[in-house]
């Protein structure tokens, strides 16, 4: 077994500021992924990452830059946040393609803008 | 390009009721299908997974069968309990070359005491 740690678990930020979120894994999977889940909505992929130094875009990457300092980290940059902006960030891992897509997901990192 | 349709939320039912959530897809591939499920508070997880056309996977009592021909995996439980309170998340993964699952809207179920 294995576990994703994110961090923070709650992230309060001002109207424009750059904030970073931070993501761990222990599965020692290849790939990694960023969501972002609004409420009462569904998820939305922002940023994954095949490989350590990979990067690959989603639906939702514009505002946003991640980077995959190593294997078992992953961390996602809000370049500029937005006023009353309310989200989970979830982190997800896998470790491979088709069978072996199933992703395994962190407990979340809620953020509130003020 | 692949697509996830579920039954859209919220159901709110009674405990010992039976469950049906729909959910349909669309691919030109030969996908595995999946059920997750997301508590208050945490990240989804799966509930179960399964790889080929006419079989069926379960799990906590849930169950779904991969029919190809409907393009369906609809989930169902025969009686919920109040614990079965959740986010309810079909997901197929992605063409061959894809490292990504195809997740639906998701469909919030309540269970009423």
């Known amino acids: 077994g294995g576990i994703i740690t994110q961090t923070p678990k709650f992230l309060i930020g001002q109207e424009g500021q750059k904030l970073t979120l931070k993501c761990q894994q222990n599965?020692?999977?290849?790939?990694m992924y960023w969501y972002r889940q609004d409420s009462g909505k569904g998820l939305r992929l922002i940023y994954y990452?095949?490989?350590?130094?990979?990067?690959q875009k989603g639906d939702l990457s514009e505002g946003y830059d991640a980077s995959r300092e190593k294997k078992s980290s992953f961390s996602l940059t809000v370049t500029s946040a937005q006023k009353n902006e309310m989200a989970v960030f979830l982190c997800?891992?896998?470790?491979?393609?088709?069978?072996?897509?199933?992703?395994?997901f962190g407990p979340g990192t809620r953020l509130t803008v003020l | 390009g692949d697509s996830v349709t579920q039954t859209e939320g919220p159901v709110t039912l009674s405990e010992g009721t039976s469950l049906t959530v729909n959910c349909s897809y669309e691919?030109?591939?030969?996908?595995?299908l999946f059920w997750y499920v997301q508590y208050p508070g945490e990240g989804p997880q799966l509930l179960f997974k399964?790889?080929?056309?006419?079989e069926k996977g379960s799990s906590r009592g849930f169950e779904a069968t991969y029919n190809k021909e409907a393009t369906s995996f609809h989930l169902q439980k025969a009686s919920v309990q109040e614990s079965d309170s959740a986010v309810y998340y079909c997901?197929?993964?992605?063409?061959?070359?894809?490292?990504?699952?195809?997740f639906g809207s998701g469909t919030q179920l309540t269970v009423m005491p």
């Open positions: 997800a891992s896998s470790r491979g393609q088709g069978y072996y897509a199933e992703q395994f």
């Open positions: 599965f020692n999977h290849d790939t």
């Open positions: 990452s095949i490989t350590e130094n990979d990067l």
């Open positions: 691919t030109k591939q030969y996908p595995t």
């Open positions: 399964v790889p080929k056309a006419n």
């Open positions: 997901a197929l993964s992605g063409p061959s070359g894809s490292w990504q699952l195809i």
